[in-house]
């Protein structure tokens, strides 16, 4: 049964891609079962690549892949009676000897320095709770016109409309800014975001007291000074089989500074 719906969901995938269908999806199972790549000339020596390796560049050239149809199809695979877990994140690509490389953009991180390439924005189903693996339901790369920010909410929006249930989305502390609660305000999806150490939040400001412009915000709570920490709403205490004890703190009617109407 199981590989009956593996047959019947990559004959579906295949029917999507377009021209040059027989290339394109050769490639992709050299992309998935080579243990690293190094060039696409490498692809092509892969034992399931049975074609020359221009064959690779004709059909990167050649395939216009049905998005849409494509998006469908994995969606369907995304059936739980629990709320969906999706994840998100963007990684970068350095390609700095590839001076005729269309829309290179400038990276970087802190301790690693700046490097020139393409960046790429993934949104993926996390089906269980142990293990790796994760089904890609969008992975785009991001144009020189857009953000890490605004191509993420942009996926997320995609792909939320089209789920049965309103999915619960997480997101590294990249994403933990006002920009982003700005961006997915108007979106059916409940987010998880990783903060930085230093990040501050704002309570609900104190009632209007009649004279001057109404306060925005109210009490600052900068995460990594315990002075500023307020009382929590609600404690949790959990024991984890693999890493013990887990306390659970919560906090309500927090925002950033530049969305004071986020929560």
């Not at 969906?84 to 320095?113: C, M, Q, S």
């Not at 001057?212 to 024991?239: C, M, Q, S, Y």
Request: glycine share 6%; proline share 6%; with cysteine.
């Amino acid at each position: 049964m199981i590989l009956t719906q593996l047959e019947e969901f990559r004959q579906a995938i295949y029917d999507c891609l377009g021209k040059a269908k027989d290339a394109v999806f050769e490639l992709m199972d050299a992309v998935l079962t080579s243990p690293s790549i190094q060039s696409f000339v490498s692809l092509s020596q892969s034992p399931v690549f049975r074609r020359q390796w221009p064959s690779i560049y004709a059909a990167l050239h050649d395939s216009r892949p049905q998005k849409r149809k494509l998006l469908n199809l994995l969606i369907e695979e995304v059936k739980t009676e629990a709320q969906p877990f999706l994840a998100g994140d963007h990684t970068f690509w350095p390609r700095p000897d590839a001076k005729t490389l269309k829309e290179r953009t400038f990276h970087g991180e802190r301790g690693v320095g700046v490097g020139i390439g393409q960046s790429y924005s993934t949104l993926a189903w996390i089906p269980e709770a142990d293990g790796s693996w994760a089904l890609p339901l969008r992975h785009e790369r991001i144009t020189t016109f857009e953000t890490p920010t605004s191509r993420a909410a942009f996926q997320l929006k995609l792909v939320s409309r089209q789920l049965e249930k309103r999915p619960l989305a997480a997101y590294d502390r990249g994403y933990g800014n006002a920009k982003f609660v700005t961006a997915t305000a108007d979106i059916e999806a409940d987010l998880l975001l990783r903060l930085a150490s230093n990040r501050c939040l704002w309570g609900k400001p104190t009632a209007y007291q009649g004279r001057g412009a109404p306060r925005k915000h109210g009490h600052k709570f900068k995460l990594n000074d315990p002075e500023t920490l307020p009382e929590a709403d609600e404690i949790l205490t959990v024991e984890d089989p693999k890493v013990g004890q887990v306390k659970l703190m919560r906090w309500s009617r927090f925002h950033f500074l530049e969305s004071p109407t986020g929560v």
